[in-house]
């Protein structure tokens, strides 16, 4: 997994490469852990690049979704295409989450 941090005027944009599974969920906890703890409220997750996510990078996205909740943030997710958009139908993401088909989507709006 890569993490790509890009801060733009209303949000800041993290882009994952590869898979968000039990062995990098820790890593992308702690990153965006480290941006909300520096007052960094909203975000778009850009997932186009993203191959495979598991049980455990939900819970990892649930549990930044629930920190930035409690502070009035926002988590917005961009580009959730392939086997990662059949997890998040499966699992009720697409209900719970705002998902957008580009990152430029997902950023409008917030702020």
Known sequence: MDI???KEINAVVVTITGRLDAVTAPEYE???NELIAAEE?????????????SSAGL??????????KGKGGQLRFANVRGTVKEVFDISGF???FQIHDSVTGAL????
């Open 30 to 32: 702690k990153r965006l």
């Open 41 to 53: 409220l909203c975000f778009v997750l850009d997932f186009e690049q993203l191959d495979y996510i």
């Open 94 to 96: 697409g209900a719970i």
């Open 108 to 111: 409008s709006g917030i702020g």
């Open 59 to 68: 819970r990892a996205l649930l549990a930044a979704a629930k920190r930035l």
């Open 4 to 6: 790509q941090i890009k």
